[in-house]
């Protein structure tokens, strides 16, 4: 009764060239398909680009991937045509043994972006293996008394395909006293086995061989063979009989060694040797379990010996046989079948399994950052697995299939507040006490131009003076850009314009990279009081992005101008003048009045006059004022008195060091009917007729203006305001020590250098400003004498000299 399919290659190479359509599974959102195992290199599985909505041409430029946490070389992509084909050889049984599903779970990856797409491929079985026996020869030993229907059990063979494939069948040589008990289908209430029909005669044949042969339901059927040697002995009657055929036992997995799984106990109704039991694995026992646990032979009692894991076995067969000591022994059997129970001994498991990094800092919300993976290996609810964040960050989890979650962007990000984020994940199973593991990923957060170069203030005021070297460095402008690299690279400029008739870039430059601003030329504070201009800062962003700062230069004075003289009626600037000075005059008359100018302003244009000593060291008639520059007798004049009087005067500014300018005047004493006979008044009048419109005054007033915003009322009042002050008994002690009676800002300005001075004559920006209008008193020192007011007035004679700087553009 012996049929077998050969080795069954031509139903194999039938069954490879079979390809199973591909479906979409409801719901799920998963591509399926089906590939017969032990197919060929290059076997056609699916078009997995079409199926999945790809174009072909993106394959490469979106680095199309496959990944798998099974065996990733078994099924590959061919980037050209799209199609998925067999790379190797697929062995159904090595890779998932005698489970009734087995799949090959894919991950499609694609960039740009990126999207992950769950691919399962069932592998089928096909009948490869025939089945096998523990042993190719099984040893009997059967004493002649045997009862007829005694039961012998027999090691059934195992098939490692599955389904119809391992289906078995089994059929017995023919023989005249032995017929085959075939096991149950839930193999719980009796096993293969051999049923006595005929009585035992050992001296007839004390031996006999026969063959058992199993079959499976494949197609074609595949079989395989076991030699049956049965030895007939005398003696013993009675076999140990046990109490259960099936002993039942759940085991929690993770158990310490010696733990009792439960005691056999097995009775023999012979008397002596032959009644005694011992107990022992039956030789059909495989090595994993005899591995596992122990009997004892005495007690009977199944002890744990081994580590008892859920996960590598969820249960284990354990064939025990009861053998007495007669001659020959006798042998009863059972089975011991041990269901282990799972228990929550493992970690979740994490794996990330594509980073998009770094995110640019403008990403659309939702956009995906990392694809992650975990599992467990525990079953149930021990099992079951969640994630979640350990800490505030502006992502989330997104669970997209079974155990899979993607990490996106929730919120908005902003790299100059925070440049990166270490985002936690926590993996929880459902076991009580729940385990978990975490994973970390560092997110970087890449810059975008979102910032402009800001200063640390809008205007800045500098101070240069005058007749500065070419070239030379006047102040450092420094912007801050808060984002990174590039983006935060600044360079300056000049904001271009025209002053007057030349253009800015005449004046000063910018260094583009260091911010240093230089004067290109000697500036003049006569021609140039305020420069006032923009620098321009841009970042190296695309696009560029920009601020613009405010400079203004104010030129400080230098002593670089010598006092002036002007021009009189007697003469032209410079020359000797001459005046007729009636003999009758007594102490105290003017004569005559030298008038000078400075260009310098300040100190350096206050000016003071003093005779130069005479020849011979005599002492002449006649004294200077000090800051009025009016020529006086000291005292009545007489015969005695030269007719002709040379006076140098020296006229000396308060600079450092101080410039002086020197006025000849002549003198010619006449007498009384020779001289003008107008009155001091008018004399005075028409002395300032003759000078261009100046008049004798006791005080001599310098006014700068720099006409921008003072009305013309408010300078005659302030004229009127500082005449009468300087007239007044109060002024003549400050008069005399040379400072100013009045520093009077119209805006923001100041007489003393170490404060802020603002722009007094404009820059180049429409019509002139003034921002420092400076008095200087004039009154006599103690050299002069003084004037009798006339007609009531506190002020007999007022003499304004006055200087206009203006800078016209």
């Not at 719980?188 to 006595?196: A, E, F, P, Q, Y």
Request: glycine share 6%; hydrophobic share 40%.
């Amino acid at each position: 009764m012996k049929f077998s399919w050969g080795n069954g290659q031509e139903f194999r190479h039938l069954l490879l060239s079979l390809l199973l359509l591909t479906s979409w599974e409801a719901g799920s959102g998963q591509l399926h398909y089906s590939v017969p195992e032990e197919a060929k290199h290059g076997t056609f599985v699916g078009r997995i680009a079409q199926d999945l909505g790809l174009e072909l041409a993106e394959l490469v430029p979106r680095l199309f991937r496959v990944a798998s946490k099974d065996r990733a070389d078994l099924l590959e992509v061919n980037l050209q045509n799209g199609i998925l084909f067999v790379n190797s050889r697929i062995d159904r049984e090595e890779l998932c043994g005698r489970r009734a599903e087995c799949s090959l779970h894919l991950e499609v990856i694609v960039d740009r972006p990126l999207q992950v797409f769950h691919v399962e491929v069932e592998v089928k079985d096909i009948n490869d293996n025939s089945p096998v026996f523990p042993a190719t020869q099984k040893n009997l030993f059967m004493a002649e008394s045997k009862p007829l229907d005694s039961r012998f059990p027999l090691e059934g063979a195992s098939d490692a395909d599955i389904g119809q494939n391992a289906l078995l069948t089994y059929t017995l040589s023919p023989n005249e006293y032995f017929s085959l008990e075939m096991p149950s289908v839930d193999k719980r209430t009796k096993r293969l086995g051999l049923v006595l029909k005929k009585p035992l005669d050992r001296e007839e044949s004390p031996e006999l061989h026969l063959v058992l042969t199993a079959t499976d339901g494949g197609k074609p059927e595949l079989t395989g063979t076991v030699q049956l040697h049965i030895k007939v002995l005398d003696a013993n009657d009675n076999a140990p009989v046990f109490d259960k055929t099936i002993y039942a036992v759940k085991l929690p997995e993770n158990v310490p060694n010696g733990t009792l799984v439960t005691k056999l106990n097995a009775s023999d109704a012979d008397e002596g040797s032959n009644g005694n039991i011992i107990y022992l694995f039956s030789a059909d026992t495989t090595p994993n379990v005899k591995s596992k646990f122990h009997v004892d032979p005495i007690s009977g009692e199944i002890v744990v010996k081994g580590y008892i894991d859920y996960e590598e076995s969820k249960s284990y067969e354990i064939p025990v046989d009861a053998s007495d000591k007669g001659q020959p022994p006798l042998s009863g059997h059972c089975t011991v079948m041990v269901e282990i129970e799972d228990s929550n001994d493992n970690v979740p498991v994490m794996e990330f399994k594509s980073l998009s990094l770094p995110i640019r800092e403008d990403a659309p919300l939702g956009t995906v950052i990392a694809l992650i993976s975990v599992s467990d290996q525990d079953s149930g609810t021990n099992g079951e697995v969640t994630c979640t964040l350990y800490t505030h960050v502006p992502f989330k989890l997104v669970s997209t299939f079974k155990n899979y979650y993607s990490l996106v962007l929730d919120s908005a990000l902003d790299r100059e507040s925070v440049s990166s984020y270490q985002v936690v994940v926590t993996a929880r199973d459902g076991g009580s006490p729940p385990l978990w593991a975490t994973a970390s990923v560092s997110v970087e957060v890449s810059d975008v131009n979102d910032n402009a170069p800001a200063f640390a203030q809008p205007e800045y005021t500098v101070f240069v003076k005058e007749n500065n070297a070419p070239g030379c460095h006047i102040f450092t402008v420094s912007a801050r850009d808060a984002d990174a690299q590039e983006n935060a690279r600044v360079s300056y400029s000049l904001v271009e314009r025209r002053v007057g008739e030349r253009l800015l870039s005449s004046y000063v430059s910018v260094h583009a990279e260091s911010g240093k601003v230089f004067a290109l030329q000697p500036l003049d504070h006569e021609e140039l009081e305020l420069l006032r201009f923009q620098v321009s800062a841009r970042d190296a962003g695309v696009p560029p992005l920009g601020s613009n700062v405010t400079l203004q230069v104010f030129v400080l004075d230098d002593n670089d101008n010598a006092p002036a003289l002007l021009p009189t009626g007697a003469g032209v600037l410079g020359a000797a003048r001459s005046e007729l000075v009636a003999r009758s005059v007594g102490a105290g008359h003017v004569v005559a009045k030298v008038r000078a100018v400075d260009a310098d302003s300040g100190y350096n244009a206050w000016l003071s006059y003093e005779l130069a000593p005479a020849a011979g060291g005599a002492r002449s008639p006649f004294r200077v004022g000090l800051y009025t520059g009016e020529i006086s007798t000291t005292r009545g004049l007489d015969e005695a008195d030269a007719a002709r009087q040379r006076l140098l005067v020296l006229v000396k500014d308060h600079g450092e060091p101080a410039l002086t300018a020197t006025a000849t005047m002549l003198l010619s004493l006449v007498e009384s009917g020779q001289a003008p006979k107008a009155s001091s008044r008018a004399a005075l009048a028409g002395a300032a007729a003759a000078g261009g419109g100046a008049a004798l005054v006791d005080v001599n007033v310098y006014l700068i203006v720099a006409i921008c915003a003072v009305s013309s009322l408010l300078v005659l009042t302030l004229l009127l305001y500082t005449a009468l002050r300087c007239s007044s008994p109060a002024r003549e002690e400050a008069c005399a020590a040379g400072k100013p009676a009045l520093v009077l800002p119209s805006a923001v300005g100041s007489w003393s250098h170490s404060q802020q001075r603002r722009q007094r004559v404009c820059s180049g920006e429409g019509p002139p400003k003034t921002d420092l209008m400076a008095f200087s008193p004039c009154v006599p020192d103690s050299r002069d004498g003084e004037l009798q007011p006339a007609d009531g007035d506190s002020v007999s004679k007022v003499s304004l000299h006055y200087r206009l700087f203006t800078l016209n553009s």
